[in-house]
């Protein structure tokens, strides 16, 4: 089945500078890649997401890269803030028969020092 | 719009005792519904999928069942639970957005 690699799984950044989350897929045929934050406590929470006729999408203070050919895509949270601080999930999706599976990345925490 | 209600908000039961977790989604006709497990600080895992009444398909074994008795409902349950059963589980309308709140399950 599908694999998703998902780097660093702890990233220290000060407030206001730049955080990149990194991820990796196996399966091709993977078509639809959402990046979630979980705070603690709480499920987790859809912020932005890119499909695979996409190379970018931006949401705000939010960057989504999508290499194909690669198999790589990335979140880039631009001027970060405390409020930023939490777990991170990649996931990318493809359809099998009536299931659009889900597989996610192992999770990066973040956190944002003011 | 769409509201996703699931019960109980938090369990903790014995080990070998029996479990049932329920969902219920509102304002979405044949909806299609997941189950997702997370382990205390960990990843979520897809355990099930159902696209229709009476059907479920299982995605990731981790000894629990899966029934879909009405249209609206998702039931997980099992007859005996394992320690390795701990955790967060997470029932969904869409493979890709949670809006259910959670059940957090320990086993002790």
């Known amino acids: 089945g599908e694999q998703v690699e998902q780097l660093p799984s702890i990233l220290r950044v000060q407030e206001g500078s730049s955080a990149s989350i990194n991820c990796s897929y196996e399966?091709?045929?993977?078509?639809?890649f959402p990046w979630y934050k979980q705070e603690p406590g709480e499920n987790p929470k859809l912020i932005i997401d890119?499909?695979?006729?996409?190379e970018r999408k931006q949401i705000q203070e939010l960057i989504v890269l999508l290499d194909k050919k690669a198999k790589r895509f990335s979140l880039h949270i631009t001027d970060t803030q405390p409020g930023d601080s939490a777990m991170y999930f990649c996931?990318?999706?493809?359809?099998?028969?009536?299931?659009?599976?889900?597989?996610f990345g192992q999770g990066t925490v973040l956190s944002v020092i003011p | 719009a769409q509201t996703i209600h699931q019960w109980p908000v938090a369990e903790i039961k014995a080990v070998g005792s029996p479990l049932s977790l329920g969902c219920t989604i509102k304002?979405?006709?044949?909806?299609?519904l997941y189950w997702y497990w997370q382990a205390t600080g960990g990843t979520l895992q897809q355990l099930f999928y159902?696209?229709?009444?009476?059907?479920v398909e299982s995605v990731v074994q981790l000894n629990l069942s899966a029934s879909r008795p009405k249209d609206d409902q998702f039931i997980l349950s099992t007859e005996k639970l394992l320690l390795s059963h701990s955790g967060f589980y997470l029932c969904?309308?869409?493979?890709?957005?949670?809006f259910g709140k959670g059940t957090r399950l320990t086993v002790v």
């Open positions: 969904a309308w869409r493979a890709e957005v949670f």
């Open positions: 399966d091709s045929a993977s078509n639809y």
């Open positions: 890119i499909r695979s006729n996409m």
């Open positions: 996931a990318a999706m493809r359809a099998t028969g009536g299931n659009n599976k889900l597989t």
């Open positions: 304002g979405k006709s044949s909806p299609n």
């Open positions: 159902s696209i229709t009444v009476g059907q």
